[in-house]
């Protein structure tokens, strides 16, 4: 099990940080599918101490592991969950202001030889808005990184990987 932080970063609008886990068990795939949730959000990025719109996105995904033995693991992920934006005034009520979320990230991880792992990855949203139809916060690419930290198991990287 991976606990810890993800930074993401939707290309030309906000930063929205958050926590994030992992797991996936040994004797499933020898650890190359990971099952996760994350929580992300503007209010812990752009949003903090200024008027930038509040929103939040829940995700859960699976991660398919290329190179499990290795510490550099490139990586495929599939996200969906729920994307909710948070206008404030009244005013705004008539936009639309939540959507379903589905996005593929491709990067790649690095564990180190404690049970700290690094993740960068891009990813594309799917689904997006405009403002009219669906959010318009809700933007196409994003980059994102997590600082990870296995909480349960003895590191298995390879050590002649380094």
């Not at 290795?70 to 404030?88: K, M, V």
């Not at 196409?140 to 050590?159: G, H, M, R």
């Amino acid at each position: 099990m991976d606990i810890g932080f993800r930074f993401q970063k939707t290309i030309n609008l906000y930063h929205e940080n958050g926590i994030t886990l992992q797991y996936a068990d040994e004797r499933v795939l020898s650890k190359r599918l990971f099952i996760g949730f994350s929580y992300v959000s503007s209010r812990l990025g752009t949003a903090m101490g200024s008027n930038a719109i509040k929103q939040d996105n829940f995700l859960i995904s699976g991660t398919w592991m290329f190179r499990p033995q290795r510490s550099l693991q490139p990586f495929l992920r599939l996200n969906t969950g729920y994307f909710i934006a948070d206008y404030e005034d009244p005013v705004f009520d008539v936009l639309p202001n939540s959507s379903i979320l589905i996005s593929p990230e491709t990067g790649v991880s690095y564990r180190f030889t404690f049970p700290l792992k690094v993740s960068i990855s891009l990813g594309y949203n799917v689904i997006t808005g405009d403002g009219i139809d669906g959010p318009g916060t809700l933007y196409p690419l994003y980059v994102q990184t997590s600082i990870t930290w296995n909480i349960f198991a003895k590191n298995d990287t390879n050590e002649n990987d380094h």
